[in-house]
């Protein structure tokens, strides 16, 4: 086995595990193919799996294993497969962010390619290898890369954004399906979500408000709403109850860097990194992919036409899927986005930080002040309600 070490963006090198080696990954091979004939005939180069600029919570590894199998006769004897690794950090979070991520993958992803399977589609997923808790957190899956999947900045045409709401409500209809035939996958109820971060988020906008002249006022008046928006993240971040909207799986984490787009044959999105999903409102995902994916002029120009067309595509998936009845009509869903208006001050709070650390790195712009368009976004959602 050859191995290269990996720098994340912090700067810190992760070298390779010792026991990430030839024969560690042909039994992984073995275990996914159900094939305990299969040997390896070329050394499994280890590589860096980490994007540069990005600050992954994991330490990730790319390899390509070329096997032999002898008991597949139909099959060529010789094959590879492109795999990377995710290897967790030893992070406060991370046992529980891996433990939702290691039960998607091994319970609930089966039961939702099972009806999903039933009326010819497929879950739109890497596909997964193996997984473990020992040595390490672990989880292994298909490259995307080498198969032509590439990421995108944030979209900019409503194609591309019709693409990931129908693969938003593909996922949500089926999560759906399985939570009303069985409760026993519902146990995934706990978001891995640190709302003491989200809320610092809105407190560093919040406080660049009071000093910035001209925003003083409003910024006065939102800070002392501060406990009652932590109140309602707490509130949408818990578990499921009968004073929820509807409940369906949420990735919980969507944004620019867990989607991958393809183009050949046919055009796919599939989401990535499922250690924040929850069961709870549709809205955490559907104001995610709208706030913190689509640009700006599509975000106020697409967002009501995408809304519709994810109620459509959600309530079509249930339809076929043998559902009678929808469990909520459009108007519905509109007022439940606007109940979770919350989350679009975390979604501004985040975009502004985000813009603000590019603008620091760039040596662009002064970090204390509130730039136009976050203003003007800002000054959107108070005319919407937010101070309701």
């Known amino acids: 086995m050859q191995s290269e070490s990996q720098r994340g963006s912090t700067g810190v090198v992760a070298a390779t595990p010792n026991w990430l080696n030839d024969r560690f990954l042909q039994e992984v091979i073995r275990k996914a193919k159900n094939d305990g004939s299969i040997t390896l005939y070329h050394d499994c180069k280890i590589r860096p799996g980490g994007r540069d600029g990005f600050e992954h919570a994991s330490n990730l590894f790319r390899t390509t294993v070329h096997y032999r199998r002898r008991s597949m006769p139909r099959e060529p004897r010789e094959q590879a497969v492109d795999l990377i690794l995710k290897i967790d950090r030893g992070l406060l979070r991370s046992d529980a962010q891996f433990a939702t991520e290691i039960r998607m993958y091994r319970e609930v992803f089966p039961a939702m390619e099972e009806v999903l399977m039933k009326i010819g589609e497929a879950m739109d997923v890497p596909k997964y290898f193996y997984s473990s808790h020992e040595p390490r957190n672990l989880i292994i899956m298909e490259d995307l890369f080498p198969s032509g999947w590439v990421q995108k900045r944030e979209l900019d045409s409503f194609d591309d954004g019709k693409l990931c709401i129908e693969a938003i409500a593909k996922f949500h209809a089926a999560s759906y399906v399985i939570y009303e035939k069985s409760k026993q996958l519902s146990s995934i109820s706990k ?39 932590q109140n309602k993240l707490k509130q949408l971040y818990s578990p499921p109850n009968s004073n929820h909207f509807i409940s369906v799986l949420n990735h919980g984490d969507l ?8 183009t050949h044959p046919d055009s796919k999105v599939t989401m990535i990194d499922f250690q924040s999903c929850h069961w709870g409102t549709p809205t955490v995902d559907l104001l995610g992919l709208l706030d913190l994916v689509l640009d700006r002029t599509a975000r106020r120009t697409q967002s009501d036409r995408l809304i519709r067309e994810y109620y459509e595509a959600f309530t079509g998936y249930l ?70």
């Open 191 to 229: 978001a891995n979500v640190d709302i003491n971060k989200m809320t610092s988020a809105i407190d560093l906008l919040i406080e660049f408000l009071c000093n910035q002249p001209g925003c003083s006022q409003m910024g006065t008046k939102l800070r002392s709403l501060k406990p009652h928006f």
């Open 255 to 262: 944004d620019v860097t867990n989607l991958w787009y393809r």
């Open 319 to 388: 339809a076929r899927m043998g559902y009678r009845g929808t469990p909520y009509n459009l108007q519905g869903l509109v007022k439940e986005l606007r109940r979770c208006i919350v989350l679009e001050l975390l979604h501004l709070a985040m975009r502004y930080q985000r813009k603000n650390d590019s603008s620091a790195n760039e040596n662009r712009v002064d970090r204390s002040t509130i730039d136009t368009e976050t203003q003007q976004d800002l000054s959107e959602l108070l005319r919407r309600g937010l101070l309701d």
